[in-house]
RNA sequence: GCUGGCGUAGCUCAAUGGUAGAGCGGCUGAUUUGUAAUCAGCAGGUUGCGGGUUCGAGUCCCAUCGCCAGCUCCA
């Protein structure tokens, strides 16, 4: 007999060898089908796995993150046995969950067509009306290489020479056999709905000096409905996408007679960003920053120097001036090097914050473009600290907290990553060390819970990377924090010591916003391009109703522009109707509708976006109104 | 850069290898309008660019530029 214990609840002695799923049942947990897994000691397991020792047992339901995992994995294998049923010279190699569904690489002779999906997808669904089991085995290493030898799955040999473990377990369902850790759901009636959303290739073992494989791509859900909701989401998106909201309102736009990557802004995307250089520049002034800017290209020298032309000169542009070897910035630091070397430091004026809207161009490829969010020129919020290394952790403290309070205002939340050595490096590992210590003690004393990158720092130092989410909890790369030790040293920074020695100071890059581009594609969509008032370009617009009110609106105008208000006046011989209709689409905060009434009385009436109507509202009201809406919005972290 | 898909009017999309069309938008005129499209007329294209096959190419082939979904990379 063991001893089982439900998690959270009571316990019984059951004969060894008993399944979860028959433990949990007997524990009081209803054998229903939400049920696709267990949880023994901690380790998910198969709900058919037998115990035998004591232990404590929890249920995974498939509404947990968990529990979605574990039917999303089988569905890929439920995916990879259609595959193989229906396109006989097929390799598999790898088939996991992923966060918004699974996937499975093939080694296909031909790619799949979007009528291959569809095959696919049928079968998969008889497959799943079968409700075939899902059986584990286990057997030594040798004889799993054996049997994939044997199946021609050479992928899957591969994998299997590189574990390190004697033991291997395969889940079989129907006529498919895979390599797996598990656990799997009982069998294939428990997906409730699926679709495959996708083909694409995808490098074996993700190193593009590999094959390239055929991915499909599926999502799996418990119900019809959470799926329908799901797909609903990604048409969301699209309705959000900020290319086409971009275009559409006048924002900006990409060309490609100008060249792939390079951003246009249209005035009101124009006047949108200089929104936001205003409110950073305040911001930064206001936290200790001292503005500087440095030349868009130097010579190639300063880039040997700074370390750059060794490790990113694949990304940088160059060209020549009367014999002379010129690099377009990527990155702002090296100018900032020169500003402080620009005259002897003291250890009383540290630490010093170089703060510049910095333009940088970067050789992305061009397979990487997209939109704003990946492009090859863009304007970063970027600054240098140079610091005491006593002061390295509370200037790291502050720009945690400029992050925290930049990002309340504009209404994200985020996530924290933490990123260490890669290895193509410069830099000594004590260096690293003190480095990567030095932001893991400040992210403890912010209590921010963050996820470990491990290779994944600049090839300078290690770094915090912010992942900022947005309305449709989507992440995207906005404010990082680096350390570097190296530049200072490159450059022979040093400060005067109160002992009167020379001291090496610290470095610190740090972006809040980032890439003004990448934050602005991204606002779009977070707002659906309906920008709160002190965002929006145009904050109002004024519909006279007809020429008789032209003078009052104008002058109603003037008023409004000369308060630093953001005014259109829509004068054309059209309809109201018409006129609320484009200034809608045009997501405008204010419809303000002029006719004779609000000029005999001097008042307007104003329209909000949502379709609430005020009617006769005085013009002192409406002007504090939009005066007190147009104000940063004041938050407490 | 790689794999696959795709480039037709400003936008969204039509056109069995046989004369390039529609809606919206634009322009002109009429309409002076009270909360999401007033009516009429007109203009708009070397089908991304360059080669080739063919009696004939938007359609087929090659090359190139760009876009899209991914991979790799990344702010």
């Known amino acids: 007999m063991i001893h089982i214990t439900l998690k959270d609840g009571p316990a019984q002695d059951m004969a060894s060898g008993v399944t979860a799923a028959q433990a949990l049942k007997d ?296 014999g002379q070897m010129y690099g377009v910035k990527p990155m702002n630091c090296v100018a900032h090097m020169l500003i402080y070397k620009s005259r002897v430091r003291s250890y009383r004026e540290l630490p010093l914050r170089f703060f510049e809207l910095g333009t940088v161009l970067r050789h992305e490829r061009s397979g990487v473009l997209h939109g704003l969010t990946r492009v090859r020129q863009f304007t970063q919020d970027d600054a240098h600290i140079l610091c005491t290394p006593e002061q390295v952790e509370s200037e790291i403290l502050g720009v945690l907290d400029f992050v925290a309070e930049v990002m309340a205002i504009f209404g994200f939340e985020y996530e924290v990553e933490l990123a260490t050595r890669p290895e193509k490096s410069i830099g000594a590992d004590a260096e690293w060390e003190l480095a990567t210590n030095a932001l893991i003690n400040a992210l403890k004393t912010r209590n921010l819970p963050y996820h470990l990158c491990e290779g994944e720092g600049a090839f300078y130092g290690p770094k915090i990377d912010i992942k900022l989410k947005d309305a449709l909890q989507r992440r995207w790369q906005c404010a990082t924090i680096q350390c570097d030790f190296t530049l200072p040293e490159r450059f022979d920074l040093t400060y005067i010591g109160p002992d009167g020695q020379r001291h090496r100071p610290v470095m610190l890059h740090r972006v809040i916003l980032g890439s003004l581009e990448r934050f602005l594609g991204v606002l779009v969509e977070h707002y659906a391009g309906a920008f709160p008032v002190w965002l929006a370009p145009v904050q109002l617009i004024l519909l006279p109703i007809t020429d008789r009110v032209h003078g009052y609106a104008r002058e109603v105008a003037r008023m409004l522009l000369e308060a630093d208000l953001r005014v259109e006046v829509d004068d054309r011989p059209e309809t109201l109707r018409y006129k609320i209709r484009e200034a809608q689409l045009q997501k405008i905060p204010y419809m303000v509708i002029v006719g004779d009434r609000e000029a005999a009385d001097r008042t307007l009436s104003p329209r909000l976006r949502d379709g609430t109507e005020i009617k006769g509202m005085p013009l002192d009201e409406f002007l504090n109104r939009l005066k007190e809406e147009s104000r940063v919005p004041v938050v407490s972290c």
Not at 27 to 35: F, K, N, T
Not at 97 to 126: H, K, S, W
């Open 27 to 322: 524990l009081g947990m209803a054998g229903d089908r939400r049920v696709v897994a267990a949880q023994i000691d901690g380790e998910a397991v198969d709900l058919n796995a037998p115990l035998t020792r004591d232990c404590t047992i929890a249920p995974i339901p498939v509404g947990t993150p968990q529990g979605l995992e574990v039917m999303r994995h089988s569905a890929s294998h439920l995916m990879a046995e259609a595959v193989r049923s229906l396109f006989p010279g097929v390799k598999i190699a790898i088939g996991p969950a992923i966060e918004a569904g699974f996937y499975y690489d093939f080694d296909a002779p031909e790619p799949f067509t979007p009528e291959d999906l569809a095959r696919i997808e049928e079968r998969m669904g008889q497959l799943v009306a079968r409700d075939l089991p899902y059986e584990r085995q286990e057997m030594s290493r040798g004889e799993a290489i054996r049997l994939f030898r044997e199946l021609n799955e050479i992928y899957k040999v591969e994998l299997l020479e590189e574990i390190p473990q004697d033991r291997v377990s395969l889940y079989r369902q129907g006529d498919f056999v895979d390599l797996c850790r598990g656990p799997h759901i009982p069998s294939t009636g428990y997906i409730g709905a699926f679709k495959l959303t996708g083909v694409s290739g995808a490098y074996w073992r993700g190193d593009e000096r590999n094959p390239m494989l055929q991915r499909l791509y599926g999502t799996a859900f418990p119900t019809r409905e959470e799926l329908e909701r799901h797909l609903e989401l990604l048409q969301e998106a699209k309705r959000r996408d900020h290319r086409r909201l971009g275009r559409e309102l006048g924002l900006f736009m990409v060309d490609e007679e100008a060249g792939a990557g390079m951003v246009i802004y249209l005035p009101k995307g124009a006047l949108l960003r200089s929104i936001i250089e205003d409110f950073e520049r305040r911001e930064h002034l206001k936290r200790g920053y001292q503005m500087v800017m440095g030349p868009q290209m130097l010579k190639v020298d300063m880039w040997q120097r700074s370390g750059h032309w060794d490790n990113y000169r694949d990304h940088m542009y160059f060209c020549e001036v009367e």
